[in-house]
């Protein structure tokens, strides 16, 4: 019989895996292989060329993160399991936003300003992402909504519980998804992405409190919407 399960619960068993080892390896390799490739993009973006729009590269990030949702979702239907096994328990909407908004604050407010003090400043490799004019503005925000959910989906609803199932500790599980996730950005530069597995690892505990992904794929858009627009 299958193992009910939902993302979450720290005093909860250890769950049944969501997809094969294979499946978890592969989706690695591909999570690597974008990685290799943001920073190969990030350094050929030095080029003093100025760049016409960041539009077509803005949907391109969007199409990559739907095909990582994509490929999850092969795995999990696989072994039986349906997409809201991966994005947990509802909650209520109104609970859910609260605490999303009191995630983000704290790793607006609180976390990156320790991390500053602790690591100093920093220049980060993302210039050639961040939206200049309105019109880039404004697909940012799209970008910054498919982020949250599809990253709280792969990394949070899918790694983390892989992660779990395979090692039977939730706490090595989140440390590992946390370093998986800071390794995908990697093109930022060694500090921004130590801060962003900081950033995952909190993701993470809110999964595992809330056993769901939808306050921290809220909070994880709204930070993502607030650092690329400057506010």
């Given at each position: 019989?299958?193992?009910?399960?939902?993302?979450g619960?720290?005093?909860?068993?250890?769950?049944?895996?969501?997809?094969?080892?294979?499946?978890?390896?592969?989706?690695?390799?591909?999570?690597?292989?974008?990685?290799?490739?943001?920073?190969?993009?990030?350094?050929?973006?030095?080029?003093?060329?100025?760049?016409?729009?960041?539009?077509?590269?803005?949907?391109?990030?969007?199409?990559?993160?739907?095909?990582?949702?994509?490929?999850?979702?092969?795995?999990?239907?696989?072994?039986?399991?349906?997409?809201?096994?991966?994005?947990?328990?509802?909650?209520?909407?109104?609970?859910?936003?609260?605490?999303?908004?009191?995630?983000?604050?704290?790793?607006?407010?609180?976390?990156?300003?320790?991390?500053?003090?602790?690591?100093?400043?920093?220049?980060?490799?993302?210039?050639?992402?961040?939206?200049?004019?309105?019109?880039?503005?404004?697909?940012?925000?799209?970008?910054?909504?498919?982020?949250?959910?599809c990253?709280?989906?792969v990394?949070?609803?899918?790694?983390?519980?892989?992660?779990?199932?395979?090692?039977?500790?939730?706490?090595?599980?989140?440390?590992?998804?946390?370093?998986?996730?800071?390794?995908?950005?990697?093109?930022?530069?060694?500090?921004?992405?130590?801060?962003?597995?900081?950033?995952?690892?909190?993701?993470?505990?809110?999964?595992?409190?809330?056993?769901?992904?939808?306050?921290g794929?809220?909070?994880?858009a709204?930070?993502?919407?607030?650092?690329?627009?400057?506010?």
């Open positions: 019989m299958r193992q009910e399960w939902i993302p619960g720290f005093a909860d068993p250890v769950p049944a895996p969501l997809a094969t080892t294979r499946h978890l390896w592969r989706f690695l390799l591909i999570v690597t292989g974008i990685a290799a490739g943001m920073l190969l993009q990030a350094r050929g973006s030095s080029s003093p060329t100025p760049v016409a729009s960041r539009v077509p590269l803005y949907f391109a990030l969007i199409a990559v993160e739907l095909v990582l949702v994509w490929f999850v979702s092969i795995g999990v239907r696989a072994r039986g399991y349906k997409l809201i096994d991966v994005i947990g328990r509802r909650s209520g909407i109104v609970l859910g936003a609260l605490i999303a908004i009191a995630t983000a604050a704290l790793l607006r407010l609180v976390i990156s300003p320790f991390l500053i003090n602790l690591l100093g400043r920093w220049s980060s490799n993302t210039g050639f992402l961040l939206p200049k004019t309105m019109s880039e503005s404004l697909v940012w925000i799209l970008v910054s909504l498919c982020a949250g959910g990253e709280e989906f990394y949070r609803g899918y790694l983390q519980r892989q992660l779990w199932s395979l090692t039977s500790s939730l706490p090595l599980a989140l440390v590992l998804q946390s370093i998986t996730f800071a390794l995908g950005h990697i093109y930022q530069g060694w500090k921004p992405a130590l801060v962003t597995g900081i950033y995952g690892l909190i993701f993470g505990l809110v999964a595992a409190w809330r056993r769901s992904i939808i306050p794929a809220l909070a994880h709204l930070v993502d919407i607030i650092g690329g627009l400057g506010l």
